[in-house]
């Protein structure tokens, strides 16, 4: 298992899988990586046995960077931030955060399962994130990341 796949057993295990609390973090974590990955054009599949430092020492040794994780996870912060921005001046909003219709009303057997509280889920993560209830990354948080240059185009 990679670095990655032990801290997400981690964290699901540390929160209980089936609980709704506590997923904020490992949620923006895992799209942060993800965004990263997807900017250097790298199949998601091939993260399921890299890992995230091996992605760190590639992407060094291809741009002659010297960043650490800390530093590769931020890019994906940004990168994430980035798309939502442009996405909330697109019309983007809490409303758009749901899952398709048939997951939310699909009946499933089994014990614990059923259509999850997204509200409460969705508040958690955007606090998480430092963006405001809508969905809006706060001002505060754009420039916390560089992201400063984005302040003219949004609706803050």
């Not at 990655?4 to 899988?17: D, H, K, P, T």
């Not at 509200?119 to 754009?142: D, F, T």
Request: glycine share 8%.
């Amino acid at each position: 298992m990679s670095g990655a796949n032990v801290a997400i057993a981690a964290n699901l295990n540390s929160c209980g899988s089936l609980s709704i609390e506590g997923k904020a973090a490992l949620v923006a974590k895992m799209q942060d990586y993800n965004s990263i990955l997807d900017s250097l054009v790298i199949c998601i599949f091939s993260a399921l046995r890299i890992k995230p430092s091996q992605f760190v020492r590639l992407l060094n040794s291809i741009t002659g960077w010297n960043i650490d994780l800390s530093e590769f996870m931020l890019i994906g912060e940004r990168i994430f931030n980035l798309k939502r921005t442009f996405n909330v001046r697109r019309g983007i909003s809490r409303k758009d955060d749901t899952l398709p219709p048939r997951l939310l009303t699909h009946k499933r057997l089994g014990h614990g399962f059923g259509v999850p509280f997204l509200g409460v889920m969705l508040s958690e993560c955007y606090s998480y994130r430092g963006w405001s209830e809508e969905g809006i990354p706060a001002k505060k948080k754009l420039k916390e990341l560089g992201l400063e240059e984005c302040l003219q185009f949004s609706p803050f």
